[in-house]
């Protein structure tokens, strides 16, 4: 079993920058990848991004140049620094966890995902 917690949401304006993190609690899988969802009401969450075991990453499109994802081992926590904000960027993130590697890890989909944490809020202001 895994408990993810997320952290780092907040208010900011339009170009500012937050860094979300996400620890993880329990045993993490050797073969794995972990990512950042958002959703906003009425809407399907949609894959921000993801990293796997290796560092192999995938970034929406919206988002390619302006966020990166990146972990920390020995912390256990997942980041995602987002900068140069943008209003639709509002929405609240979440992070997850897939114990085993599958297309999910490298698309965006939320199949595949074991592991959900209770999401942390942006709102970005013009």
């Known amino acids: 079993q895994l408990q993810l917690v997320e952290s780092g949401g907040g208010s900011v304006q339009v170009g500012g920058s937050l860094r979300l993190s996400c620890a993880v609690f329990g045993y993490m899988f050797s073969r794995y990848c972990m990512g950042w969802f958002r959703q906003v009401p009425g809407k399907e969450r949609e894959g921000v991004a993801v990293?796997?075991?290796?560092?192999?990453?995938y970034y929406a499109d919206s988002v390619k140049g302006r966020f990166t994802i990146s972990q920390d081992h020995a912390k256990n926590t997942l980041y995602l620094q987002m900068n140069s904000l943008k209003p639709e960027d509002t929405a609240m993130y979440y992070c997850a966890a897939a114990v085993l590697l599958g297309s999910w890890c490298y698309d965006g989909s939320r199949d595949g995902y074991n592991y959900w944490g209770q999401g942390t809020q942006v709102t970005v202001s013009s």
């Open positions: 990293i796997d075991g290796a560092g192999s990453t």
